[in-house]
Nanobody, 114 residues
Framework: QVQLVESGGGLVQPGGSLRLSCAASESIFNFNAMGWYRQASGKQRELVATITVGGSTNYADSVKGRFTISREGANLVYLEMNNLEPEDTADYYC?????????WGQGAQVAVSS
């Protein structure tokens, strides 16, 4: 069973920055892509950013230019979040994506508030 552990969440003021980390129990290159998703209270989970095995990245329109997904070595994926807005408040989840399905982490809370 693949384990994904997110860290780095917290409370930040609008305009601030956070970096989320996702540590995988096996090589992230075993998967088609790694992704970050988020789920705000009362809303559906949505895709935030993905990075493929080849290094291609994709972002939700709402975070383009503010968030950056990256990886380090074979087991770490990051989500750098800058210029945070109250609308970014959500639980953030890391996912190891397969052709069908994948594995989820337990989530990290991000709250943006003054």
């Amino acid at each position: 069973q693949v384990q994904l552990v997110e860290s780095g969440g917290g409370l930040v003021q609008p305009g601030g920055s956070l970096r989320l980390s996702c540590a995988a129990s096996e090589s992230i290159f075993n998967f088609n892509a790694m992704g970050w998703y988020r789920q705000a209270s009362g809303k559906q989970r949505e895709l935030v950013a993905t990075i493929t095995v080849g290094g291609s990245t994709n972002y939700a329109d709402s975070v383009k230019g503010r968030f950056t997904i990256s990886r380090e070595g074979a087991n770490l994926v990051y989500l750098e979040m800058n210029n945070l807005e109250p609308e970014d408040t959500a639980d953030y989840y890391c996912k190891a994506r397969l052709m069908t399905g994948g594995y989820w982490g337990q989530g990290a809370q991000v709250a943006v508030s003054s």
